[in-house]
């Protein structure tokens, strides 16, 4: 049988609060980042707290990398 697969009566109570409090940090940080970039604060903050890493990583290429790029120049002629 496979052993990966774990009932939550098996999981430790405290890595159930350690992932709880990760999703909640994570989901907070997306938030507020989000609220002050202007950028849909409560869909990024309530996906946020629904798994790790996923949304972190998609929302650092959809919203923070594209804020980083420089705008794109136009030339004079």
Known sequence: MNDLHYSLNEIPLIWLILIAILL???GTWIFQDARRRGRFPWLWGLWGITGFPTPLI???FIVV???RKPPKQTSGK
Do not use: A, G, M, T
């Open 58 to 60: 998609v929302y650092w």
């Open 24 to 26: 909640l940090i994570q």
């Open 65 to 67: 990398r594209v804020d």
